[in-house]
C-alpha cells in the first residue's frame, strides 16, 4: 500500500536542477537582497549586534534563511518553465 503511494508521488515530482554556478548565484543574490531590504524593518538591532551591518544576529539568520526559500523558488520556477 505504502509503496504504491511512494509510486504516485515520484511520478508527479518535477524535475530539478543540477547543481551548478548559476544556481549558486542565483540564491546567493537574492540573500544578499534580502539582507539588504532587512535594514529597513522597524527594529532590525533587537538582540545581539552584528559586527559588520547595521542589523542584528537574528534578523541577519533570518533574513539569511528567507533569502535562501526565496532562491530556491526562482531557481524552481525558472526550471518549471525551462530557462535553467
Not at 542565483?26 to 535594514?39: A, D, G, K, N, Q
Amino acid at each position: 500500500m505504502i509503496s504504491s503511494i511512494l509510486l504516485a508521488v515520484a511520478a508527479s515530482v518535477p524535475a530539478t536542477p543540477v547543481w551548478n554556478p548559476t544556481v549558486a548565484i542565483i540564491i546567493s543574490v537574492s540573500s544578499l537582497v534580502v539582507v539588504l531590504l532587512s535594514t529597513k524593518i522597524e527594529k532590525p538591532l533587537v538582540g545581539p549586534k552584528f559586527p559588520i551591518l547595521p542589523i542584528s544576529i537574528p534578523t541577519f539568520v533570518a533574513a539569511m534563511a528567507f533569502g535562501h526559500i526565496i532562491g530556491v523558488g526562482i531557481v524552481l520556477g525558472l526550471t518549471n518553465i525551462g530557462r535553467l
